[in-house]
């Protein structure tokens, strides 16, 4: 809730029957784009506000009937933040836990020195390590559009809606990877960033000091980086780091 009041609702966690009606759902691709008819009465069902949460009773309520709840945006770095918590509780304290490319990492790694999480270049590659960043007790996650998605006539469609306006992301934004403590914020982050794009999502990361990395594609090909001050800091030492080393 607090990332999507903060991003003004590119998260959203209430999206699930927009990305249903673009044919990311459970049910699969569909022939053809929704309406904008269809698109107008499914977002009448879908809004983060329509959720309250009573902390003291332990209960969520909605506003409409309709509203559903899709997690997936922050379930991979909430499931790594669970396991992080049960592996301190059973005794260890140096590991990296990854579930789904959202990692999180405990003390040091077995070389004495930080961890080494690569970031992977948003292409058809096929898992070539763009950029490394050396984390100590945090996460990364990564979000983009560059492996669920597909073409309709000749422009490509995301997996990533923007709740906003109900359609898939348009902007250049390949993809963005953010740093923090907890997996989950991380993974919740990176989504909102990803929708916002590389500009207003740039801005917004600035403004929380969030560690940040954009890849815009460039009309000519590869890739334009843009990265917060806060990112940057880590640079030095990411630069240095043998890659060929675990």
């Known amino acids: 809730r607090e990332i999507s009041e903060a991003s003004g609702g590119a998260l959203d966690v209430t999206v ?6 673009w044919g990311f759902g459970p049910a699969g691709r569909k022939d053809g784009a929704p309406t904008q008819a269809e698109i107008e009465a499914l ?32 379930a991979p770095g909430y499931a790594a933040d669970r396991i992080t918590e049960r592996l301190r509780g059973a005794g260890h304290q140096r590991f990296l836990v990854d579930v789904g490319g959202e990692m999180r990492t405990s ?29 100590h007790d945090q996460a990364l996650a990564t979000s983009g559009d560059y492996r669920n998605y597909y073409e309709q006539d000749g422009v490509r469609i995301s997996h990533t809606i923007d709740p906003r306006s109900g359609r898939p992301i348009a902007h250049a934004l390949a993809s ?31 403004s929380h000091n969030l560690p940040a990395l954009f890849l815009v594609r460039s009309p000519g090909g590869g890739f334009e980086e843009r990265l917060t001050p806060a990112f940057a800091a880590l640079r030095p030492a990411a630069r240095a780091v043998n890659l060929s080393q675990p």
């Open 107 to 135: 003390g040091l790694a077995a070389h004495g020195g930080p961890w080494r999480l690569g970031i992977e270049r948003p292409d058809s590659s096929g898992g070539v390590v763009h950029d490394v960043v050396l984390a």
């Open 43 to 74: 977002r009448a069902q879908v809004g983060w506000a329509k959720v309250h949460v009573d902390l003291a009773a332990g209960t969520l309520s909605k506003d409409h009937p309709g509203l559903t709840l899709e997690l997936s945006a922050i």
């Open 176 to 206: 963005v990877s953010v740093l923090h403590r907890s997996a989950a914020l991380a993974d919740g982050w990176a989504t909102a960033l990803n929708v916002l794009g590389p500009d207003d999502g740039l801005a917004l990361a600035r």
């Open 16 to 21: 699930g029957p927009l990305v249903a009606a």
